[in-house]
């Protein structure tokens, strides 16, 4: 793959990686180091992809690891009071509320699949693969 591709299909993905950091770590700023730091990885290791069709599948999995990389790094615990306002949070419905904490409870592995089955509405096959 050339380093023009690589950009096109970044630039294609970003806002996704981006969503999907964010749910592991719920802050902007985090989420956007993540991202930094998976497209450096994948630029870095740009000769071990062979095919287009796989880039999604690598990216995805770099920022996964990425992501909770950074979590075991900081063990940052993270309240929602402290992402949302009041006002915020009496928007939301209760049940709302109690999945996403309950997501945040589960292990690494168990939270991945389902962010990336329910919040990134990917296949099993596609999840399978990465």
């Known amino acids: 793959m050339d380093k023009?591709?690589?950009?096109?299909?970044?630039?294609?993905?970003?806002?996704?990686?981006?969503k999907m950091a964010y749910m592991y770590v719920?802050?902007?700023h985090d989420a956007i180091d993540i991202l930094d730091?998976?497209?450096?990885?994948?630029?870095s290791s740009l000769n071990k992809i062979r095919e287009e069709r796989y880039f999604n599948t690598y990216i995805t999995r770099i920022l996964i690891n990425s992501s909770i990389d950074y979590i075991r790094k900081n063990k940052k615990?993270?309240?929602?009071?402290?992402?949302?306002?009041?006002d915020d949070i009496q928007g939301f419905k209760e049940e709302?509320?109690?999945?996403?904490?309950?997501?945040?409870?589960?292990p690494p592995m168990e939270k991945t699949?389902?962010?990336?089955?329910?919040?990134?509405?990917?296949?099993?096959?596609?999840?399978?693969?990465?």
Do not use: H
Not at 4 to 18: A, G, P, S, T
Not at 119 to 127: G, V
């Open 77 to 86: 615990i993270i309240y929602m009071e402290e992402i949302l306002s009041e």
């Open 37 to 43: 730091e998976t497209i450096y990885k994948a630029y």
């Open 26 to 28: 719920k802050n902007q």
């Open 4 to 18: 023009k591709m690589f950009l096109k299909l970044i630039d294609e993905r970003k806002e996704v990686l981006y």
């Open 96 to 106: 709302k509320l109690d999945l996403f904490t309950a997501v945040d409870k589960l």
């Open 113 to 130: 699949i389902i962010i990336l089955k329910y919040f990134q509405d990917l296949k099993i096959k596609e999840i399978s693969e990465i």
